[in-house]
């Protein structure tokens, strides 16, 4: 069964640098996935955040992208979120997801099929 | 971008009711659509993908329909268990849009 678990400090200071690990378990990170990052503001939706292949080959939400990267550690089977420059928009909670597939070449059909439980991250002084 | 829109916005039903969900994407999808439930202080969980596709474990009750830049989930006969946040998402471009959500409150 895969299970992913985000971990990483839950206050962060504006202006600063949030991070998260999502250790993936029952799966390797080098398989055919995708590995995402999602969030959700307090009382507000879901927003994606982007993605990492295997070969470090990355997605990202234009609206993020500047302030944005994910990184992935074969060695440790987990990936990475980074976002700089944080303020007090950036608070919420961040779920970690595998992209599942199915299909066929030329037309597969992708979901996030596998979340972690996610992780509250504040950003305040 | 690409933008999702869910209507209506919250939706009020008793248990044992015919519900249906809109998702209306802003340019065509095809089928590239997935629906996920979400109760309080949990994660997401995959309903739909592929539009039409329910998820292995996810009751019958569950169904979706539509393509291009219209879908719908329905839920045919509604359970305790139903009563949650539903959003839509295109996984036809990237970024992988969700919808703004729809909450199922009980009557």
């Known amino acids: 069964q895969v299970q992913l678990q985000e971990s990483g400090p839950g206050l962060v200071k504006p202006s600063g640098t949030l991070s998260l690990t999502c250790g993936v378990s029952?799966?390797?990170?080098?398989?055919?996935?995708?590995w995402s990052w999602v969030r959700q503001p307090p009382g507000k939706g879901l927003e994606w955040i982007g993605e990492?292949?295997?070969?470090?080959?990355?997605n990202y939400n234009p609206s993020l992208k500047s302030r944005v990267t994910i990184s992935v550690d074969k060695s440790k089977n987990q990936f990475s979120l980074k976002l700089s420059s944080v303020t007090a928009a950036d608070t919420a909670l961040y779920y970690c997801?595998?992209?599942?597939?199915?299909?066929?070449?030329?037309?597969?059909?992708?979901?996030?099929?596998?979340w972690g439980k996610g992780t509250t991250v504040t950003v305040s002084s | 971008d690409i933008q999702m829109t869910q209507s209506p916005s919250s939706l009020s039903a008793s248990i044992g009711d015919r519900v249906t969900i809109s998702c209306r994407a802003s340019?065509?999808?095809?089928?590239?659509l997935n629906w996920y439930q979400q109760t309080p202080g949990k994660a997401p969980n995959l309903l739909i993908f592929?539009?039409?596709s329910l998820q292995s474990g996810v009751p019958s009750r569950f169904s979706g329909s539509g393509s291009g830049t219209d879908f719908t989930l329905t839920i045919s006969s509604l359970q305790p268990e139903d009563f949650a946040t539903y959003y839509c998402?295109?996984?036809?471009?990237?970024?992988?849009?969700f919808g703004q959500g729809t909450k199922l409150e009980i009557k």
């Open positions: 997801a595998r992209k599942g597939m199915t299909g066929f070449v030329g037309q597969y059909y992708y979901y996030m099929d596998v």
């Open positions: 029952g799966d390797s990170i080098s398989s055919i996935y995708w």
């Open positions: 340019q065509s999808i095809s089928s590239h």
């Open positions: 998402q295109q996984s036809y471009s990237i970024p992988h849009i």
């Open positions: 592929a539009a039409s």
């Open positions: 990492i292949y295997q070969s470090g080959t990355t």
